[in-house]
């Protein structure tokens, strides 16, 4: 949803724009491509897009940061920025990431169970499934994972790990498939759903999320716009109580006179999804809901 993003990001293209999200850096590169005097700052905490940034030297309006955009006000402060424009947020993993056999994230291959979008960072997926409890796990499994049957995901891992380390994505996948019975049509998304789960801790992203969206809120300016592409319920739920009622919880909160108290309001009352042409370009786009946030 290149386009969309694009023209419900830039108001005034003289102005300052973050993409917290850089990745590949497709969308920053049309950021750019509308600015005039404005200035585009990138965030990204993975260490492996530097090697993207070669196309963005010739741009002396584009400042990369390599850092998780939870740190957006402090780093802007450092450069002096006190007001901005707009804010792009593409949740979840890059292609790249997912690509990339080594980093974990994907059941399609076999790598060890890491799953850090940073990899400098100290929790990963193997410490998870080896060291945290049954309730810690059954916990993730079903808050972030939306997995009814939990219990029997915690037990099938809990039994192997008496014997043996869990240490590469195959061992999970084979313990799963072997212990959780399923019509095979919905072992995939089975499997997606608990790699998420995990993910989602290791890299502890809805808390990420909602940081970034509470910093946002304190420098983004009258009018402001911040865009969001989610990939699941979860985050999608997180953008869309915060755009609409100025909290996390859904709950409207309203001042004497009866008015909402919101530092947004939402551009859209309903997410704007995919094209069946772009789904068929881009299968990953499938499952993408895209939410307008405007500064009041």
């Given at each position: 949803m290149l386009d969309e993003v694009i023209d419900n990001l830039i108001e005034d293209p003289n102005g300052i724009y973050v993409d917290l999200t850089f990745g590949g850096g497709g969308h920053s590169k049309e950021i750019i491509k509308r600015l005039n005097k404005g200035h585009l700052y990138a965030f990204d905490q993975d260490k492996d897009v530097v090697q993207n940034l070669k196309d963005f030297e010739q741009?002396?309006?584009?400042?990369f940061i390599n850092s998780n955009g939870k740190h957006i006000k402090q780093f802007l402060e450092y450069y002096d920025v006190k007001r901005i424009n707009g804010v792009f947020l593409d949740l979840g993993i890059s292609s790249y990431q997912i690509d990339t056999p080594?980093?974990?994230?994907?059941?399609?291959?076999?790598?060890?169970?890491?799953?850090?979008?940073?990899?400098?960072?100290?929790?990963?997926?193997?410490?998870?499934?080896?060291?945290?409890?049954?309730?810690?796990?059954?916990?993730?499994?079903?808050?972030?994972?939306?997995?009814?049957?939990?219990?029997?995901?915690?037990?099938?891992?809990?039994?192997?790990?008496?014997?043996k380390q869990i240490t590469t994505t195959n061992d999970l996948k084979e313990i799963l498939l072997?212990?959780?019975?399923?019509?095979?049509?919905?072992?995939?998304?089975?499997?997606?759903?608990?790699?998420?789960a995990i993910r989602i801790e290791v890299n502890d992203e809805l808390n990420?999320?909602?940081?970034?969206?509470?910093?946002?809120?304190?420098?983004?300016?009258?009018?402001?716009?911040?865009?969001?592409?989610?990939?699941?319920?979860?985050?999608?739920?997180i953008?869309?109580?915060?755009?609409?009622?100025?909290?996390?919880?859904?709950?409207?909160?309203?001042?004497?006179?009866?008015?909402?108290?919101?530092?947004?309001?939402?551009?859209?009352?309903?997410?704007?999804?995919?094209?069946?042409?772009?789904?068929?370009?881009?299968?990953?786009?499938?499952?993408?809901r895209l939410r307008v946030g405007i500064k009041l």
């Open positions: 741009y002396d309006n584009f400042t080594e980093r974990g994230f994907s059941t399609r291959f076999l790598g060890d169970l890491d799953m850090r979008m940073n990899k400098n960072a100290n929790l990963t997926a193997q410490i998870v499934v080896n060291e945290y409890s049954a309730s810690g796990l059954q916990k993730i499994f079903k808050e972030y994972g939306e997995l009814e049957n939990s219990s029997l995901i915690v037990e099938a891992i809990v039994d192997y790990r008496k014997k072997k212990n959780v019975k399923m019509n095979t049509r919905y072992q995939a998304k089975f499997l997606s759903k608990v790699f998420q990420t999320l909602k940081d970034i969206l509470t910093s946002v809120s304190d420098i983004l300016t009258e009018n402001g716009r911040i865009v969001v592409i989610s990939y699941h319920s979860l985050e999608d739920r953008v869309k109580n915060f755009f609409k009622c100025g909290n996390f919880d859904g709950v409207v909160d309203k001042d004497f006179y009866g008015n909402i108290t919101t530092p947004f309001k939402p551009l859209y009352k309903k997410p704007i999804t995919p094209s069946i042409n772009e789904i068929i370009s881009n299968n990953r786009s499938r499952s993408a």
